[in-house]
């Protein structure tokens, strides 16, 4: 099968119609003018909105690859455009072999004609023989699980059907190359399953397959090369897991900012409360009922929490397996001796993972007074892809007196690294394996 597709400076832009409401006076001069009109928005002059803008790659026969991407990254224009449903604005596309492609939820539907009229009219456009399209309506039919209905127009179809009946058209029409965009999305977890086993049927059979899918795993298990396209250009090309980890990196970092500047609100709502803390000691217990987030005495209080890499920078977002410190900056308004810092990490679903503190690390401060810093380190952490709450606080060695306690305030991300990602955590171990060979002389 001498299936490829070379895409060579393509471009493709669109002409964007703008609108602006109008003032005031526009209506007005608009209503008593001699053409009347009751439209509250003005046009602009049209403005060119490149889409994609010089993408060059080629796919190899065989070639099971993955475009991924944020929402309006070209995704979807790039698979029209191998289609042949629009075409580039400048550029070149060479696609040698049969395309069968499903795109958005019922294109290539008619939706007066029955399901089974349907199949027929998707095989012609195909290229399809009625008599090639009828040897396999039965195996269509049975795949799309939709025996009962298969006579029924589509436009009664749910949308469930019509990914159901779309996949299996597609996949039983002898493809050379297959286009799948997101619509698989819509299947119930059953019929999933059922398409990914079609998918690496094709795949062993040299099919070329392109896919478009918000899901990692996926990409993981069936693709051996994703692209990946931001803002209409392609920002990474090559395999699989390492183009996820750019991607996946690049979305936290884009987070990063929104995640910074709500740990900056819950530091100058700390800083607040510390202020009331010293000024109000004796109201503490009328506090608790007013901020249940955070309590204790005030005689030390925890100023800022920060969350550092391997180099210390600040971050909120870590992969599997790097370096984590978390540092805790304090104030203590007296001489305080022997205090105990401590923090806890809760998964989003708020179960509690773990809670080291100072005593349990056998490290005894002698006493603080003023300002000071307390860190925790983690060489290589041992936590999977998740969102984790992190609390900490500062008691007496007795664990008696509440110094200040911040319940859950602070929260980082951690991304998929290396290796597992199932689970909660990684245990770091090892596996060996051995063959005992078989002993001729007693078998």
Not at 21 to 43: A, C, I, M, N, Y
Not at 152 to 172: D, E, I, Q
Not at 352 to 366: D, E, R
């Amino acid at each position: 099968m001498t299936t490829s597709i070379c895409f060579e400076n393509v471009s493709k832009k669109f002409a964007m119609q703008q609108y602006r409401p109008r003032s005031w006076q526009e209506t007005l001069v608009s209503f008593f003018g001699k053409k009347k009109s009751h439209d509250l928005t003005r046009h602009e002059p049209k403005k060119d909105f490149w889409v994609l803008k010089d993408i060059n790659f080629e796919v190899q026969p065989g070639e099971t690859i993955s475009i991924i991407g944020a929402n309006g990254a070209g995704k979807s224009t790039l698979l029209k455009l191998l289609t042949s449903i629009i075409r580039p604005t400048r550029g070149k596309i060479e696609i040698n072999g049969r395309i069968s492609a499903l795109l958005e939820l019922g294109t290539g539907f008619h939706p007066d004609l029955s399901g089974r009229e349907n199949v027929y009219l998707n095989g012609a456009i195909l290229g399809l023989s009625r008599q090639q399209i009828k040897r396999k309506l039965d195996k269509i039919i049975d795949f799309a699980e939709l025996e009962r209905f298969i006579d029924v127009p589509v436009r009664n179809y749910s949308s469930g059907m019509y990914v159901r009946l779309g996949f299996a058209v597609a996949v039983h029409t002898d493809p050379e190359i297959l286009i799948i965009d997101e619509v698989l999305a819509v299947g119930d977890a059953a019929f999933q399953r059922k398409c990914m086993d079609r998918i690496d049927h094709l795949r062993h059979k040299g099919v070329t397959i392109i896919l478009v899918t918000h899901s990692t795993d996926t990409v993981r298990d069936i693709c051996q090369r994703a692209i990946w396209l931001d803002k209409g250009k392609i920002r990474a090309d090559g395999p699989t897991e390492t183009v996820i980890k750019q991607y996946v990196w690049h979305t936290y970092e884009e987070e990063s900012p929104i995640v910074t500047a709500e740990v900056a609100t819950v530091e100058e709502e700390v800083t607040a409360e510390t202020a009331e803390i010293e000024t109000e000691v004796a109201e503490v217990e009328e506090e608790i009922a007013v901020a249940p987030k955070r309590w204790g005495n005030g005689e030390v209080t925890i100023e800022k929490v920060h969350f550092l890499d391997g180099q210390g920078h600040p971050r909120d977002f870590f992969a599997t397996g790097e370096s984590f410190t978390l540092e805790i900056a304090y104030h203590a308004k007296q001489h305080i001796k022997r205090p105990v810092f401590g923090m806890a990490i809760h998964r989003n679903d708020n179960i509690h993972i773990t809670g080291p503190n100072t005593q349990f690390a056998n490290l005894k401060i002698s006493w603080i007074e003023g300002t000071g810093v307390v860190r925790y380190t983690v060489p290589a952490l041992s936590l999977l892809e998740g969102t984790y709450h992190v609390s900490v606080a500062v008691h007496n060695w007795q664990d008696t007196q509440m110094f200040d306690y911040h319940d859950q305030l602070y929260l980082f991300h951690v991304m998929p690294g290396e290796g597992e990602r199932f689970g909660l955590i990684t245990l770091n171990g090892d596996w060996s394996w051995q063959n005992n060979p078989i002993d001729k002389t007693t078998s």
